[in-house]
């Protein structure tokens, strides 16, 4: 992950640095939609193991930065999963892709631009990864339902839960402060599926206060 030099900073950037690290603010969630992880910034991923590093400066990192413009997840994603049966790893393929690359961009050698891509998303955790983050069960509370629970807290009475794991529904949604990062989850929360033979037992649960 990033982190910059604080001595090259303007004072006010600095003063922010400062107290970010001294209360350990980090981009930190249970759960992710695919829409989010692919925002994020491809370099120096926040969730991504110690690989991703080398790769960032390899040789043709630098043409994916500068050629390519990547910048996020999403954009390496799309390089990452080109389709085209008559691609080879060869400098002078001739699939769509890779001639696009060369005219267009000034690519050398897309196809190792391509396998760069490739890798580089091999890196990401599940946790932050497109495309092992969103979890095919994940319940919510139907409309019905929600209008009551707003009924209920006008009223003081019983609030039904909602079982759905919160995702953030913007990059900037995703910090949190006071954070614990030796404990931080490389993978994403998730939720079994009850079974047909399982009876579902209200469970009580008591506020002392709120703030």
């Known amino acids: 992950m990033w982190s910059p030099v ?59 930065r500068e050629n390519h413009e990547v910048t996020s997840v999403q954009h390496i994603s799309d390089i990452a999963n080109r389709n085209d049966l008559t691609h080879r790893k060869h400098i002078e393929c001739s699939c769509n892709f890779c001639s696009e690359d060369r005219n267009n961009l000034k690519c050398a050698k897309p196809f190792k631009c391509a396998q760069l891509a490739k890798d580089m998303m091999e890196c990401i955790l599940p946790k932050w990864n497109p495309n092992t983050t969103t979890q095919s069960f994940n319940p919510d509370l139907t409309s019905d339902q929600i209008i009551a629970k707003e009924k209920a807290i006008k009223k003081n009475e019983v609030v039904l839960f909602n079982p759905k794991i919160p995702s953030p529904s913007s990059v900037e949604g995703g910090f949190r402060i006071f954070t614990c990062p030796e404990s931080q989850s490389k993978i994403p929360a998730k939720q079994d599926p009850p079974t047909s033979v399982e009876i579902q037992h209200p469970v009580r649960a008591h506020i002392a206060s709120t703030h």
Do not use: D
């Open 6 to 64: 604080l001595k090259k900073l303007p004072l006010n950037l600095k003063r922010i640095l400062k107290v970010a690290r001294k209360h350990n603010l980090r981009w930190e969630i249970l759960m992710v939609s695919a829409q989010i992880t692919n925002q994020l910034p491809a370099w120096f991923h926040i969730g991504a193991s110690e690989e991703l590093n080398k790769l960032n400066n390899c040789y043709y990192a630098a043409c994916l």
